[in-house]
């Protein structure tokens, strides 16, 4: 079976559903700006998350938060299928307040494991996605995204918000901010160590270190998310190219291709937020 990929977007909750199969390399290393659960349908899959590496097979829920690099490969010849619901934070985070009368404030939600066997989650997270990839009746689609959030309680915990995060050196998150202010521009290694007071060999060093990817790999990476929420909004890609700072649409086709297995186009035609 070759790679397929159905993806869906819920306009009430602008929650995406991407049911999916792979065979040998699915994507390169990347992440997201949205929270994601999935369950594995069939199959194994293999990625590296968090520096470790976890193979997920059917019935298994994965969760992964905003910014967690993950590759995706199959290393058996059947390949793997799986279904995946990305959450926005901020609507995650409104919805688990309500849930958690007592949340601490100043704080944000976090994932207690990558990988878990928890087989009333794996059904939660089975039924939500169907009810609203099916576009079931709202009232179905709301029960079954309060049932995933219930199930979803057991494995959260809430990190009090810190700028600058104290476990990243302090020249890796000057570097991290420079290239977020600067994501549209033609960033220059050179440019960015003289920002931060340290040359471009220490700093590529000290980069790598804390997120995992090379100065220039994260930038496009951010490129990327951006890109994905402009092209839900209805920009067309040659206007994401342009905005975002890739030579030509072409560029921005061949770097989203690589990282979601899509096009520009196909994701933005199956995003339900767009008009008719």
Excluded at 11 to 33: K, L
Excluded at 100 to 129: C, I, K, N, S, V
Excluded at 215 to 225: M, S
Excluded at 260 to 276: E, G
Aim: aromatic share 10%; net charge neutral; hydrophobic share 40%.
């Amino acid at each position: 079976m070759s790679n397929w990929i159905d993806l869906k977007q819920d306009a009430e909750t602008g929650i995406e559903s991407i049911r999916a199969h792979f065979v040998g390399h699915a994507y390169d290393p990347h992440w997201h700006e949205s929270f994601l659960v999935g369950v594995t349908e069939q199959g194994v899959q293999q990625f590296n998350c968090r520096r470790v590496r976890h193979h997920s097979v059917p019935g298994q829920v994965f969760m992964l938060e905003p910014g967690d690099l993950h590759d995706g490969l199959a290393p058996t010849e059947e390949g793997f299928t799986y279904s995946t619901l990305y959450l926005e934070p901020d609507w995650l985070e409104q919805q688990l307040r309500l849930l958690f009368e007592h949340a601490p404030r100043d704080a944000l939600p976090r994932f207690a494991d990558t990988l878990t066997q928890d087989l009333q989650l794996g059904q939660a997270t089975a039924f939500a996605f169907n009810a609203l990839h099916a576009h079931e009746l709202l009232i179905v689609r709301q029960s079954a995204i309060d049932a995933l959030l219930a199930c979803l309680t057991r494995h959260l915990h809430w990190r009090k918000r810190v700028d600058p995060d104290p476990r990243l050196p302090l020249t890796a998150q000057r570097a991290r901010d420079y290239l977020h202010d600067n994501l549209a521009r033609d960033v220059g290694l050179q440019e960015l160590a003289t920002a931060c007071g340290i040359d471009r060999y220490r700093l590529t060093r000290a980069f790598k270190a804390a997120f995992g990817l090379a100065p220039h790999a994260y930038l496009i990476q951010l490129r990327l998310a951006r890109a994905r929420r402009l092209l839900a909004s209805g920009t067309s890609p040659a206007d994401v190219a342009v905005t975002l700072g890739f030579a030509d649409q072409s560029h921005l086709g061949r770097w989203f291709r690589r990282a979601y297995q899509l096009t520009p186009a196909y994701y933005r035609k199956r995003c339900s937020i767009l008009p008719d």
